[in-house]
């Protein structure tokens, strides 16, 4: 079985999350030679299979074989890995089973490493992600096998194949400001207090305000309001409290505590609660480690060019691992329609892929 016949078997195989499509099982009988270990949590399939070639470092290549649904608007069937004018089409082409199935290749024809080579896969990465490759690390610090870097396959080029690697991820703070005023009728707006005018003087200072400047490896990180609402949708009566949802994709140069001194100074005179939530933390892995000085070489290899080190867009299970203080960066196929209908990838895009990260085996 060559990349392009693994790959179209993945997309054959329903893994919606959270479920593998059996995928898991077939990988770990696909790498022979790998010692597989299930780490399996609450409904939620992981597996941890690795390779000891010698004393050297540990290199593992991380992703998720799980899918979103497929939804409406197909050209064709999301799961039947159509291909057409030298593209595949399917659900999970780009996220992340092209991915996947380069990697997978790449670990199954290795055959000389002068450390340990390993893949580590969830099915629960589109999902909550509480089960997957958390639960998978902490098995592997357990037991003494956490990787030195770590490669994660999902799509990260932006316009053409290798023009950018993400050496890092914004994190995620989710934020609740209410606005506590007193209820009254609209005729008397001298006996009430009303949070929809005391919010409207802040609002401007609030709303899409930045929270630090950036640095070389982040955008300025942004409050961005995503909702606001008060009242009882009549016109007769000031509402008692207004409630603002926002969201802000932070570098690390901004914090839970940074947000909460901005609200306060902003917010100063006016009678409030606010709730944060970081569901993403932001992490870097400077270019100059090995790891991404490596895949830069392979890729210039493989595509001529050098990429971009970014760390635009969501977040993935990279952030994870990062947490353990390893080296972690990511590399995939071109993302420009994941999770959408008639998501594909090209043919070259996988093939390219699989070389870049055999060379990167090779040379590591």
């Given at each position: 079985m060559n990349v392009i016949e693994l790959f179209k078997k993945m997309i054959e195989s329903k893994s919606q999350t959270p479920e593998d499509g059996g995928l898991l099982d077939f990988i770990a009988q696909y790498l022979e030679g790998f010692t597989a270990i299930r780490v399996d949590v609450n409904g939620v399939k992981n597996l941890f299979a690795y390779r000891?070639?010698?004393e050297g470092g540990h290199l593992c290549f991380a992703g998720h074989v799980d899918v979103v649904p497929a939804g409406d608007g197909w050209e064709s069937d999301p799961y039947s890995a159509l291909e057409k004018e030298g593209y595949i089409y399917g659900r999970g082409a780009q996220d992340m089973k092209s991915g996947v199935s380069a990697f997978t290749q790449a670990l199954k024809e290795a055959q000389n490493f002068n450390g340990t080579l390993s893949i580590l896969l969830t099915s629960d990465e589109e999902g909550p992600a509480k089960f997957g490759t958390v639960e998978v690390l902490k098995y592997l610090q357990e037991h003494d096998l956490l990787p030195d870097a770590v490669v994660v396959a999902e799509p990260t080029c932006e316009t053409i194949f290798g023009d950018a690697i993400k050496v890092g991820r914004r994190g995620s703070i989710n934020g609740v400001l209410e606005v506590l005023g007193r209820q009254g009728h609209a005729a008397y707006p001298e006996k009430a207090i009303n949070p929809i005018h005391q919010i409207s003087t802040v609002l401007p200072t609030l709303a899409g305000a930045f929270l630090d400047e950036g640095d070389e490896y982040f955008?300025?990180?942004?409050?961005?309001?995503?909702?606001?609402?008060?009242?009882?949708?009549?016109?007769?009566?000031?509402?008692?409290?207004?409630?603002?949802?926002?969201n802000v994709r932070n570098s690390t140069n901004t914090t839970l505590e940074s947000i909460t001194a901005f609200i306060a100074t902003t917010c100063e005179g006016l009678d409030y609660t606010?709730?944060?939530?970081?569901?993403?933390?932001?992490?870097?892995?400077?270019?100059s480690t090995s790891i991404v000085m490596q895949l830069q070489r392979a890729i210039t290899e493989i595509c001529g060019?050098?990429?971009k080190n970014s760390t635009a867009g969501g977040t993935s299970d990279a952030r994870f691992v990062a947490q353990y203080g390893i080296d972690v960066i990511e590399f995939g196929v071109i993302n420009d329609t994941i999770h959408a209908p008639n998501e594909r990838t090209s043919v070259r895009e996988v093939e390219d892929l699989y070389r870049v990260f055999s060379t990167l085996i090779r040379n590591f």
């Amino acid at each position: 079985m060559n990349v392009i016949e693994l790959f179209k078997k993945m997309i054959e195989s329903k893994s919606q999350t959270p479920e593998d499509g059996g995928l898991l099982d077939f990988i770990a009988q696909y790498l022979e030679g790998f010692t597989a270990i299930r780490v399996d949590v609450n409904g939620v399939k992981n597996l941890f299979a690795y390779r000891v070639f010698g004393e050297g470092g540990h290199l593992c290549f991380a992703g998720h074989v799980d899918v979103v649904p497929a939804g409406d608007g197909w050209e064709s069937d999301p799961y039947s890995a159509l291909e057409k004018e030298g593209y595949i089409y399917g659900r999970g082409a780009q996220d992340m089973k092209s991915g996947v199935s380069a990697f997978t290749q790449a670990l199954k024809e290795a055959q000389n490493f002068n450390g340990t080579l390993s893949i580590l896969l969830t099915s629960d990465e589109e999902g909550p992600a509480k089960f997957g490759t958390v639960e998978v690390l902490k098995y592997l610090q357990e037991h003494d096998l956490l990787p030195d870097a770590v490669v994660v396959a999902e799509p990260t080029c932006e316009t053409i194949f290798g023009d950018a690697i993400k050496v890092g991820r914004r994190g995620s703070i989710n934020g609740v400001l209410e606005v506590l005023g007193r209820q009254g009728h609209a005729a008397y707006p001298e006996k009430a207090i009303n949070p929809i005018h005391q919010i409207s003087t802040v609002l401007p200072t609030l709303a899409g305000a930045f929270l630090d400047e950036g640095d070389e490896y982040f955008a300025p990180s942004q409050l961005v309001v995503t909702d606001i609402r008060s009242g009882m949708e009549v016109t007769n009566v000031s509402p008692g409290k207004l409630k603002m949802m926002f969201n802000v994709r932070n570098s690390t140069n901004t914090t839970l505590e940074s947000i909460t001194a901005f609200i306060a100074t902003t917010c100063e005179g006016l009678d409030y609660t606010l709730e944060l939530d970081q569901s993403a933390i932001p992490f870097v892995t400077d270019a100059s480690t090995s790891i991404v000085m490596q895949l830069q070489r392979a890729i210039t290899e493989i595509c001529g060019k050098a990429a971009k080190n970014s760390t635009a867009g969501g977040t993935s299970d990279a952030r994870f691992v990062a947490q353990y203080g390893i080296d972690v960066i990511e590399f995939g196929v071109i993302n420009d329609t994941i999770h959408a209908p008639n998501e594909r990838t090209s043919v070259r895009e996988v093939e390219d892929l699989y070389r870049v990260f055999s060379t990167l085996i090779r040379n590591f």
